[in-house]
């Protein structure tokens, strides 16, 4: 499996961006689905930043640097890789708090309508900013199992929220389909591309969607915490009334009226001052991905997903797989169930093989190619293999759940 794999590496077209990443020796990452690996070209950038920008610019860098524009620039750099124009994407805030924003705002764009309709297992930041709008009033949470999606689309849906690689497991949503079903059914679309947006092709324009949020510090890899990012269809920009009516998404922020007026376009999602460390870190990695090229990260995610799950086979590996076997229906990462998925998680990262564990019986493993390589795989698959055969995980610190996995 190793020679096969190093004949695979050395005919990689995408082999050289790996030096571009900081991977510390002698570990394989398969985590970059949870947080992606640093950008070398990154510390340099905060290093100008603080010191130049900020030591010695102050806060005349709002202007002599443009940090005033930095949302919108990020935002617009962002665009490209999710099939969106660059009026249509904004980088701020965080996934949470733009799906709060775009659902609250989507709700009084379907006057007489409250419900909002997602599927039950969905990421839970997505279905309890739902909940929390339900207590309040002003919504009805909905959950559908994606099979009755379609049915559950009737008179009383507002807005259809749903993520578009399912973080579990990985299956995709048809975008095109469910937002036509959704549109036919007089209600507006939400998608996630938190699991999907600079890991695979995504086109918000082509499946005519309306809304979008997705994070920077996944596929993006902007670092922990980074900003995310939010899409609105250019036609609906005039109709978002977003309830966080902070000054910098005011029409004229430095005219300090005391009466709010939106700005236009995008530029309305916008609510306090933006963290410029933030988003200049994540534009690194937005750079970088952009020339990549995701078309080619998620033909290699596939062709690297694929030999992982040949090489488990040949190593004698029996996990049921909870991910889709087209690698065509399914995200950049494999999920596999075990009812020791966390002692085996923890077993494999103490042999330096970082993937995750998703209660409360999933390991999951993710192939974020930009630095990866098929020796990974190849060495990853003899780990699991040997961790499974020697009964390791069943050692007391690998059973152990700490607070935070």
């Known amino acids: 499996m190793l020679e096969r794999a190093r004949i695979l590496d050395e005919g990689d077209p995408l082999k050289g961006f790996r030096e571009r990443f ?211 269809a250019g036609r609906l920009q005039a109709e978002v009334a977003q309830p966080l009516s902070g000054w910098m998404g005011h029409a004229r922020p430095f005219a300090f009226s005391d009466d709010y007026a939106p700005a236009p376009g995008v530029d309305r999602l916008l609510c306090g001052t933006p963290g410029i460390l933030g988003l200049a870190a994540l534009e690194v990695g937005v750079d970088l991905i952009a020339e990549i090229g995701v078309e080619r990260l998620h033909a290699k995610s596939q062709a690297l997903s694929e030999f992982f799950r040949q090489c488990l086979s040949e190593s004698g590996v029996e996990l049921e797989l909870v991910s889709p076997t087209d690698p065509a229906q399914r995200g950049s990462q494999l999920s596999f169930r075990h009812t020791e998925a966390y002692a085996i998680c923890q077993a494999l990262i103490a042999r330096g093989v970082i993937g995750d564990f998703r209660d409360p019986d999933i390991l999951r493993f993710g192939f974020a190619s930009a630095y990866l390589r098929f020796e990974d795989m190849a060495e990853a698959a003899r780990h699991v293999a040997e961790v499974l055969e020697t009964g390791e995980w069943q050692r007391e610190e690998f059973r152990q759940r700490a607070a935070v996995t």
């Not at 095109?176 to 209600?187: I, K, N, Y």
């Not at 938190?194 to 695979?200: D, E, F, Q």
Request: proline share 7%; hydrophobic share 40%; aromatic share 8%.
């Open 22 to 232: 900081l991977v510390p020796e002698g570990v394989i990452y398969l985590d970059g689905n949870s947080l992606g690996c640093l950008p070398k070209a990154t510390p340099h950038r905060l290093a100008e930043v603080v010191q130049g920008e900020w030591g010695e610019g102050l806060i005349r860098s709002w202007n002599s640097a443009d940090w005033i524009t930095l949302p919108q620039r990020v935002g617009a750099k962002i665009a490209p890789l999710i099939g969106a124009q660059p009026h249509e994407v904004i980088a701020c805030d965080s996934v949470s708090v733009n799906l709060y924003k775009l659902i609250s705002a989507a709700l009084p764009m379907r006057p007489g309508r409250k419900t909002v309709l997602s599927e039950p297992g969905n990421f839970p930041t997505d279905v309890y900013m739902i909940e929390g709008l339900e207590k309040q009033g002003l919504a009805e949470r909905r959950l559908a199992p994606r099979e009755r999606l379609f049915e559950a689309l009737d008179e009383d849906v507002a807005l259809l929220l749903l993520t578009h690689a399912h973080y579990k497991t990985g299956e995709l949503f048809d975008m095109v389909e469910l937002t036509r079903a959704a549109h036919d059914a007089g209600a507006l679309v939400l998608w996630d591309l938190s699991h999907s947006g600079g890991a695979l092709p995504v086109d918000l324009s082509d499946c005519n969607a309306d809304f979008a949020v997705g994070c920077g510090y996944k596929y993006l890899n902007g670092g922990p915490g980074a900003p995310a990012y939010a899409f609105v």
